[in-house]
């Protein structure tokens, strides 16, 4: 199947700080999304992106569908951004469907 | 919009007891998918459906997991008997097609004691 890699694992920042995660992928997708998993456990959705650039406020993302890869820039980052970021693909062509998510970046915004 | 329901959000049950957790998708959306989410393997999609039909259910971890979709707004995820390595939180979520955006419900905690 589909691998999904993010990086970095970790990340303990000072409010305020900027911030770029990366996903990586290893065949073309028809989908990818980025999610924030808040400290209560629901995953909420940034990001559908399968490529182009998208900004939100504080966050955008890039994907690079040609290189597959994908970015997401969190800005002038604040304590309740602080979770745990997935990144998640749907492989393109026939067979399986459904995200396959990467093992997350879990982020630490400090006051 | 209500967005994907479950229920129920918590449950405790003893090992070898039925365990149904429910899913209401958003109206509208044809794809519906049942995900699980561990310390050990993070996310892992379990089944899908399209169209109230069950497309993949590679994911399922054995014979003891069945879901059902009787129509486009209601599925059902079961598991008999119920294990301790069982315990996770499951997703369901929804799209309108396939390989359009997902979106999830708030998860079932299963703690099987």
């Known amino acids: 199947g589909i691998q999904v890699e993010q990086s970095p694992p970790d990340l303990i920042l000072q409010e305020g700080a900027n911030s770029t995660l990366r996903c990586n992928f290893s065949d073309s997708v028809n989908n990818l999304q980025w999610f924030h998993q808040n400290p209560w456990g629901q995953l909420i959705n940034l990001f559908y992106i399968p490529s182009g650039t998208k900004q939100n406020g504080r966050l955008s993302a890039t994907t690079v569908a040609t290189e597959r890869y994908s970015l997401l820039y969190i800005s002038s980052s604040q304590t309740t951004d602080s979770g745990v970021y997935f990144c998640a693909v749907d492989r393109s062509g026939g067979g399986a469907d459904g995200l396959t998510f990467g093992k997350g970046t879990h982020l630490i915004i400090q006051p | 919009d209500a967005g994907v329901i479950q229920s129920p959000r918590h449950e405790v049950t003893e090992m070898g007891q039925e365990v149904t957790l429910r899913c209401k998708p958003i109206?509208?959306?044809?794809?519906l998918f049942w995900y699980r989410q561990t310390m050990m393997r993070g996310l892992e999609l379990l089944i899908y459906?399209?169209?109230?039909?069950?497309?993949?259910d590679s994911g399922m971890p054995e014979d003891r997991f069945s879901a059902k979709m009787p129509n486009a707004s209601f599925s059902t995820l079961k598991i008999q008997p119920s294990e301790p390595r069982d315990s996770a939180v499951y997703f369901c979520a929804s799209s309108r097609q396939l390989n359009t955006e997902a979106f999830f419900g708030q998860g079932t905690r299963l703690t099987v004691v």
């Open positions: 459906f399209n169209n109230n039909v069950p497309i993949d």
């Open positions: 109206s509208g959306h044809n794809s």
